[in-house]
């Protein structure tokens, strides 16, 4: 028997999902695919170059991995609270986890040709090519933020039918916001990748770290409004639903 504690989060939201789905389970062996397909080599190294050449694999493969966590951990967090399976979240749900997998390569060889591992100088045949790289790069990031947006509006559409009070209407409108102003940024990268010279695209990158200013902002900004309201919630709405 679950606890309180299992089916209300700390924020006062409360869990509409709190049992594994189809939907659930098929999210999850894709996103173990995707981590697959990250592995520097499925094969043991037979010598030590082999060995070597591994290891040197280990920083991309490292930061592909805690992206995609956080990605799988806010697909986790927004099933957990709202535990919808309607035909507009299956489709979105595709949608992301398609995105998730056609992502997979491009961050793996950026972060493999920014930490230097590719030396060899015919990695790009052209010039446009890097820009094409961090295009390709920045786009693949919006989509998969854009899908977890869609699944964010696609909840407060459904506000009245799931129940949703105040207080859960307020944390799912920052989230929303938090991940279309993550998308944006995407869409802001590549558009620059795309107007810098051919030499100077790689500087596109530093624009993701506008990321970490509007998480702070946005979680300032939401934060005193959904304080104000758990407050203001009477308790019988900060019980567990229910059915949970």
Known sequence: ?????????????????????????????V?????????????????YDQFHAALLGFVPFAICFFF?????????????????????????????LFSVLFYVYPVKFMFAVASGIHVDSNVFSNPSQPREMME?????FAAIYFCLTALYWNAWRQRRQLKLNPLEITITLADFSEKLGDA?????????????????????????????????INGKIAGRKIRRLRALTPPEELEPLPHA
């Open 1 to 29: 028997m679950p606890n309180h504690h299992d089916l209300v989060t700390k924020d006062g939201f409360r869990l509409r999902g709190t049992h594994m789905s189809r939907i659930d389970g098929f999210s999850d062996v």
């Open 31 to 47: 996103f173990g695919f995707a981590l697959t397909l990250l592995v520097v080599s499925l094969e043991v190294p037979h010598t």
């Open 68 to 96: 995609l966590i956080l990605v799988w951990m806010s697909h986790f967090r927004f099933f957990r609270r709202y535990g919808l399976h309607d035909m507009g979240t299956l489709w979105i749900n595709s949608a992301l």
């Open 136 to 140: 390709v790069y920045s786009l693949g």
């Open 184 to 216: 944006c940024i995407g869409l802001l990268c590549a558009l620059i990748a795309h107007l810098l010279p051919p030499h100077e695209t790689g500087n596109a990158g530093w624009f993701f770290f506008l990321i970490a200013i509007w998480s702070t």
